[in-house]
């Protein structure tokens, strides 16, 4: 059974950084893309970055020349580098196994 458990959510003011992960277990890591969604309240689940098998990687614009998603095969691990965080990053980050298999979300609060 493949499971998925983030961690490295938390509170950080505007302009600070996190750093994701999301440790799989239970599959072939380096046979899945691996992505990362989030949610706001009162909003739908979107997409923030995906990685693929080979590494090359998709960002969404909200995402774009801030975070850094990446990957290491040998620690069946994926990360989101987080950089210049706004209020409006505020949500729960999950992360994706071929948008098969989700992660329960950690939660990353950007106050002003």
């Known amino acids: 059974q493949v499971q998925l458990v983030e961690s490295g959510g938390g509170q950080v003011q505007a302009g600070g950084s996190l750093r994701l992960s999301c440790a799989a277990s239970g599959t072939i890591f380096s046979r899945n893309a691996m992505g990362w969604y989030r949610q706001a309240p009162g909003k739908q689940r979107e997409l923030v970055a995906l990685i693929s098998v080979g590494g090359s990687t998709t960002y969404a614009d909200c995402a774009k020349g801030r975070f850094t998603i990446s990957r290491d095969n040998a620690k069946n691990t994926v990360y989101l580098q987080m950089n210049s965080l706004k209020p409006e990053d505020t949500a729960v980050y999950y992360c994706?196994?071929?948008?098969?298999?989700w992660g329960k979300g950690t939660l990353v609060t950007v106050s002003s």
């Open positions: 994706t196994a071929d948008l098969l298999f």
